[in-house]
């Protein structure tokens, strides 16, 4: 059983930059796949970045590519989404999620483990 705690959310002009940490106790992190996701009231989670077990493989939505950065660090059992460049319509709660796996995984459904979610708002 994988337990996730996400920081770094707050608010940050347009443009401004910010860096959500997750932390991960419980299991062998190394064995977990991991992503972050978005959702905003009435809408679905969203994915924004996904990372396999050892970094090799990552994903971007078009909506993020080349403006955030998922990276993870398997010794100290963290995963870490940097955010430049921000938009307004970046506001969101933002999740941490882990699954086992050596892939990188793109659905909501596919992850077994959910943080408790992190607010950025991102002002005009």
């Known amino acids: 059983q994988v337990q996730l705690v996400e920081s770094g959310g707050g608010l940050v002009q347009a443009g401004g930059s910010l860096s959500l940490s997750c932390a991960a106790s419980?299991?062998?992190?190394?064995?977990?796949?991991m992503g972050w996701f978005r959702q905003t009231p009435g809408k679905d989670r969203e994915l924004v970045a996904a990372i396999n077990w050892s970094a090799g493989s990552i994903y971007y939505p078009d909506s993020v590519k080349g403006r955030f950065t998922i990276s993870r660090d398997n010794a100290k059992n963290t995963v870490v989404l940097q955010m430049n460049s921000l938009k307004p319509e970046d506001t969101a709660v933002y999740y941490c999620?882990?699954?086992?796996?050596?892939?990188?995984?793109?659905?909501?459904?596919?992850?077994?483990?959910w943080g408790q979610g992190t607010q950025v708002t991102v002002s005009s």
């Open positions: 419980g299991g062998a992190f190394s064995a977990y796949a």
């Open positions: 999620a882990a699954r086992q796996g050596h892939v990188t995984y793109y659905y909501s459904s596919d992850y077994n483990y």
